[in-house]
């Protein structure tokens, strides 16, 4: 009987694999946590300069309900954010809704607000942005 050579694969019993898998995940996680901590100051910024409380952010669903107040739409369209598919086309006209009543442009919805939301957030709530309202959003 012939043996094909091949490689000899081996399990690795000093744990460095397995620390290393650890340390990886542990500086992911925390790049996550620091992201989240991010947007939701960002957010929460963005809550109180509309006239909302802050604190309404930590809440899900409420902070969504939340979010549509400040743009203006009806409250009713959180329904829309359960749908899948839907809830992405309904995030960009928030996105773009939420530049308008305050002062901005589509584009910086669209590229800000929606697709960098967590640099988005923080120039509006950290910014000189100032809450227009929906009623004197520019309708460009």
Do not use: C, E
């Amino acid at each position: 009987m012939t043996t094909i050579p091949g490689i000899l694969l081996q399990d690795d019993f000093s744990g460095a694999a397995g620390g290393a898998l650890f340390g990886i995940g542990a500086a992911f996680l925390l790049v996550l946590l620091a992201m989240m901590v991010i947007t939701i100051v960002g957010f929460w910024k963005v809550f109180q300069k509309a006239g909302q409380p802050g604190w309404a952010v930590l809440i899900p669903i409420y902070n969504a309900y939340v979010l549509l107040k400040i743009a203006g739409k009806p409250g009713w369209w959180v329904l829309l954010f359960l749908i899948p598919l839907v809830n992405v086309v309904i995030a960009l006209i928030v996105a773009i809704d939420m530049a308008r009543v305050f002062g901005h442009s589509a584009a910086f919805g669209v590229l800000l607000l929606f697709f960098f939301s967590g640099i988005g957030y923080l120039i509006l709530g950290f910014g000189n942005s100032r809450y227009l309202g929906p009623a004197a959003a520019p309708a460009n």
